[in-house]
């Protein structure tokens, strides 16, 4: 295997891994961020033992993401180091204030939000919880902005080496596809949230376990509440953003749908087997007018096909096609259980129907699947270039060996599969040890003093 090959599957590894924890984490920060809202309107002590309970989840999550988050930065240097240096001027200072204003503000704020509970002022403790929450959105906003520009780039020149220069800072965080994309993750980040909150209070109201019976209503309701709101908002969201999509990157959204043939009032291909060779799809199931309807919003909008450019210019369709697929059918599954969860909240057998439990564990997993399967279709949809149109992805590797880069990339899979299992090993032990065992830390001892130590006489003799 070529060091291209071997290059993109170590980053497709080690991003595809980053990406689960900031998807997790930073719908579960506000998550803990509106419990804390509603202890200080209720205050129900359940909503303070929840919120206990979900931060240690959020910590060890915050770690993982950290730790894998810092691997994606050297390898930019080290495996891609001619993008690195094409694109520095562009995108280094975007990463640069990712670290200055979110990731500082999420360290500095995340040991009061995980030891101060009952060590500091409510007020202060809540406002550590909003500041590391709002670090996380930060956060998202400088990497999306920077995956957006190499997506549609705008507001740049070339300079006679080749290197992109930026002409307008704003013009290049806000361009035409960063508004859509960041909708589009932070939404997918409260969904996969709710839907993990959702199944872990579903298991402990299925168990049958008393102890938790409070914390697990409390949170079921509240989790399945934000999904039935999230979801049908993320549906939305998506259909802005395949029109932005259509409009910037056709060749995409061609990939998409499996159409190689530039087409009006073209039909929806529900599946098939697209067949890159012979340029056409197998077995295929088309709804006639419907992928006009669905992707231009007209009967007779044009949507371009794969035979507009060469074979060598089109993305590799089969992996497109069909991670498009598996993120839209895990949005709809989302979908269902959202609205199961209403139907039976209306007949008042949301907390009793243990099939329905069960159901909303299984869906645990189904936002981390559709956030790999639309990252997969975002990363992969925009090749062969790696700056979209303008830097093709061979150029951008480094030159090295590739026997250093397969040995990288074995111990990455060896040790990420290891801090996977250690993840669950400790957030499944606390899992199951429930909220109710989330009990505060003791109080720290104070020395007594003279004075204590001579009352605690005075009040023994007097006993006596």
């Not at 303008?390 to 990420?416: C, D, E, K, W």
């Amino acid at each position: 295997m070529t060091p291209l090959i071997l290059s993109r599957l170590q980053f497709a590894f080690t991003m595809g891994y980053h990406i689960l924890w900031p998807a997790f984490t930073i719908g579960l920060a506000w998550f803990i961020v509106f419990l804390g809202v509603a202890w200080f309107r209720t205050r129900n002590p359940v909503y303070r033992m929840l919120q206990r309970f979900w931060i240690r989840i959020f910590a060890l999550a915050f770690g993982m993401g950290v730790v894998t988050g810092v691997v994606i930065s050297y390898q930019l240097g080290l495996n891609w180091s001619n993008y690195a240096r094409a694109t520095a001027d562009v995108i280094g200072p975007l990463f640069v204030l990712e670290v200055l204003t979110a990731f500082f503000l999420e360290a500095g704020f995340v040991g009061i939000m995980l030891f101060g509970q009952e060590r500091v002022n409510q007020k202060v403790h809540f406002a550590a919880c909003v500041i590391v929450a709002t670090g996380t959105v930060m956060s998202a906003f400088w990497i999306i902005s920077a995956n957006s520009w190499m997506q549609t780039p705008t507001a740049f020149t070339i300079t006679a080496d080749g290197r992109f220069v930026a002409t307008s800072f704003w013009g290049v965080v806000f361009n035409p596809s960063m508004p859509y994309r960041l909708a589009h993750m932070l939404t997918a980040s409260f969904v996969t949230g709710s839907f993990v909150v959702a199944g872990v209070s579903a298991f402990w109201l299925w168990r049958g376990d008393g102890r938790d019976r409070a914390a697990g209503t409390a949170c079921f309701s509240l989790a399945l509440w934000l999904a039935l709101v999230l979801v049908p908002l993320q549906m939305v969201i998506g259909d802005q953003h395949g029109l932005n999509t259509r409009k910037y990157q056709p060749m995409k959204l061609a990939a998409i749908e499996g159409r190689w043939v530039t087409a009006r009032r073209a039909p929806l291909n529900v599946i098939a087997w697209p067949d890159q060779k012979e340029q056409r799809n197998r077995f295929a199931l088309e709804v006639p007018l419907l992928g006009s309807i669905i992707l231009t919003h007209s009967i007779d909008g044009e949507i371009k096909g794969l035979k507009e450019v060469p074979p060598s210019e089109q993305p590799p369709v089969l992996p497109v096609f069909f991670a498009f697929r598996i993120m839209v059918g895990c949005g709809v599954a989302m979908l269902i259980i959202a609205i199961a969860g209403a139907v039976l909240r209306m007949r008042g057998r949301l907390y009793a129907a243990r099939w329905y439990h069960l159901l909303c564990m299984a869906g645990i997993p189904l936002g981390f699947i559709a956030t790999l399967a639309g990252w997969t279709i975002t990363e992969v949809g925009r090749q062969p270039y790696v700056v979209y149109g303008l830097m093709r992805t061979s150029q951008a590797v480094s030159p090295i060996a590739g026997g250093a880069v397969a040995g990288s990339l074995g111990v990455a899979l060896v040790l990420y599969n290891m801090l996977l299992l250690g993840f669950f090993w400790y957030a499944g032990r606390m899992v199951l040890r429930g909220p109710t065992d989330a009990s505060p830390p003791p109080p720290v001892a104070r020395p007594v003093g003279v004075d204590g130590l001579a009352a605690t006489v005075d009040a023994k003799e007097k006993r006596s």
